[in-house]
């Protein structure tokens, strides 16, 4: 494959935008390469400006559950565009999206959609603090939330610490009540509760953790969580920006049996249009202004194109055979990859997998650190010249569409017996 376009326009644009990107990991530094520059997305494929095509798994970071450029979608969008871009009052599309999303997960009785999921965690926390008038959150390591300057926390050594920023221009006192503690790790979470429990406003997770790798939840655990949070009055917030409608038709609650009192959704309740969504029991989500005294507003939220992308999505997905037939593919995908017998831990959670070069399965954000990222890198560059993208990084899952049929995972073993073969 030749990059000589894409290679001129990275060059370019770290001369117009930091990193030359628009967000951090695109850069391709996690494996030590230049990124493509994609012209279009056609179903299960990216093609890029010097004509390569590719078998993708990014699927533009999960939200693309049906394919890039899904017919059903494309056309429901072309009629709204001519409708307007955005009209700054209500419609009635995001009265459909809100019934859409209600059937789906009945734990989210009524919701508020915002433009980003950075936006709904952050929101969903404010009302958490507001409604239990207690300050602290506890958060997990390795689980991301989004960019707000209270989330962005790096756990210390022990059991559990207080937050320290993880980010310059992060101060201490913004992170000061936001403690963090190892994914998977119910007894730290008890003895955060034992000592100061009555502080707790709430606990965040998600369910299946999509941001160091794919790693799912022991067992019990989040179960654990559930009966901690009641016990001690605090609230449980699950944030399915990435396993909402990609686990399980229903999100990680539904999959696991466990609900939250808050709920934060992205990516696919947009159909790859730029939304989120915050969500939970009745009495909570009435604090929200203009209900209540929590404020929080947005110009663009319930964007009438993102609304329209999103509905025909929840549509798609709902018909017979739909989502099954996705799940199927990353079971297929993830069991023949298992049948190379490769040097890798695998993991799939519905529509979602990942893999991480370590020598035991992966629980832990340390024990996701561990994995070999060299060896990563090398077989990510491996995949991209046969034509296969994973995401540029160690830490990132990997997701199916509706798109992805048996040629193209045939087509993907196929590649990734060669990668696999070249770091012998």
Known sequence: MTHERSERLFAEAEGLMPGGVSSPVRAFRGVSGTPFFVERGEGAYLVDVDGNRYVDYVLSWGPLILGHAHPRVVAALEEAVRRGTSYGTPSPLELELARLVREAMPSIELVRFVSSGTEATM???????????????????????????????????????????????????????????????????????????????????????????????????????????????????????????????????????????????????????????????????????????????????????????????????????????????????????????????LARAGTMFGLFFAESPVTTWEEARRADTGRFAVFHRELLERGVYLAPSQFEAGFLSGAHGEAEIDATLAAAREAFASLD
Request: net charge negative; hydrophobic share 45%.
């Open 123 to 345: 929101s969903a926390l404010r009302l958490a603090r507001a409604c239990t008038e207690r300050s602290k959150i506890v958060k997990f390591t390795g689980c991301y939330h989004g960019h707000a300057d209270f989330l962005l926390v790096q756990a210390g050594s022990g059991v559990a610490t207080l937050g320290l920023p993880d980010s310059p221009g992060v101060t201490p006192g913004t992170v000061a009540d936001t403690l963090s503690v190892p994914y998977n790790d119910l007894a730290a979470v008890e003895q955060l509760f034992a000592v100061g429990g009555g502080e707790i406003a709430a606990v965040i997770v998600e369910p299946v953790a999509g941001n160091m790798g794919l790693v799912p939840p022991l067992p019990g655990f989040l179960e654990g969580l559930r009966a901690l949070t009641s016990a001690h009055g605090a609230l449980l917030v699950f944030d399915e920006v990435m396993t909402g409608f990609r686990v399980h038709p229903g999100g990680a609650q539904a999959l696991y049996g466990v609900t939250p009192d808050l709920t934060t959704l992205g990516k696919v309740i947009g159909g790859g249009l730029p939304v989120g969504a915050y969500g939970g029991r009745r009495d909570l989500l009435e604090l929200v202004a203009p209900s209540g005294p929590v404020y929080q507003a947005g110009t663009l939220s319930g964007n009438p194109l993102a609304m329209t992308a999103g509905i025909e999505t929840l549509r798609e997905l709902a018909e017979p055979g739909v989502w099954d037939a996705i799940d199927l593919a990353a079971e297929r995908l993830v069991s023949g990859l298992a049948a190379l017998d490769p040097p890798v831990q």
